[in-house]
T-cell receptor
């Protein structure tokens, strides 16, 4: 079965410190991986994606993610957290059983809390 | 603002009533998706349109749910005979000519069934 797991419900980090939000996946074939962020009362916003190529992907707002095929992980990182980064983060994988529809399978989300 | 819009933003209804939600995708986006998000969970796929054709439906989409996208523009999601378990955030997303791999999400419609 294809799935995404985010093992932490919440991550707490002090402003200015590096942050990591974890994601592991299970798919058949090569994965297409995504990170989205959700702020209260707003829709999900695309942060970054990995399709192929360099294992370190850079995205919006200074975020980056590292694809690790051997560990089937795609952790989201940022070198220096901001209070404004506090939000709900979702990892997702494209459902390759659906052909070219682009249907996404999401993890359950991780709340990031950045404290001043 | 030329993003994805959804209407209404909130809907409170009584069990057994019918509700309809609307999604306006980004213009020229030919792909449109509906997802459902319950509290503490990630979004779950409901259905997918390419232009006006509904090409995939999830098993989550029972026969009480129907979605349309006439003329390949806006889309509607109707739930008939609502149940308390239908209470959720209903999200619409669209993607465009560049392909399916960057979906733009609307703000969602929060449904509460009493």
């Amino acid at each position: 079965a294809q799935s995404v797991a985010q093992p932490e419900d919440q991550v707490n980090v002090a402003e200015g410190n590096p942050l990591t939000v974890k994601c592991t996946y299970s798919v058949s074939g090569n994965p297409y991986l995504f990170w989205y962020v959700q702020y209260p009362n707003r829709g999900l916003q695309f942060l970054l994606k990995y399709i192929t190529g360099d294992n370190l992907v850079k995205g919006s707002y200074g975020f980056e993610a590292e694809f690790n095929k051997s560990q089937t992980s795609f952790h989201l990182k940022k070198p220096s957290a901001l209070v404004s980064d506090s939000a709900l983060y979702f990892c997702a994988v494209r459902d390759m059983r659906s052909g070219n529809t682009g249907k996404l399978i999401f993890g359950q989300g991780t709340t990031l809390q950045v404290k001043p | 603002d030329t993003g994805v819009s959804q209407d209404p933003r909130h809907k409170i209804t009584k069990r057994g009533q019918n509700v309809t939600f609307r999604c306006d995708p980004i213009s020229e986006h030919n792909r449109l998706y509906w997802y459902r998000q319950t509290l503490g969970q990630g979004p779950e796929f409901l259905t997918y349109f390419q232009n006006e054709a509904q090409l995939e439906k999830s098993r989550l989409l029972s026969d009480r749910f129907s979605a349309e996208r006439p003329k390949g523009s806006f889309s509607t999601l109707e739930i008939q005979r609502t149940e308390q378990g239908d209470s959720a955030m209903y999200l619409c997303a669209s993607s465009g000519p560049a392909g399916p791999d960057e979906q733009f999400f609307g703000p969602g419609t929060r449904l509460t069934v009493l």
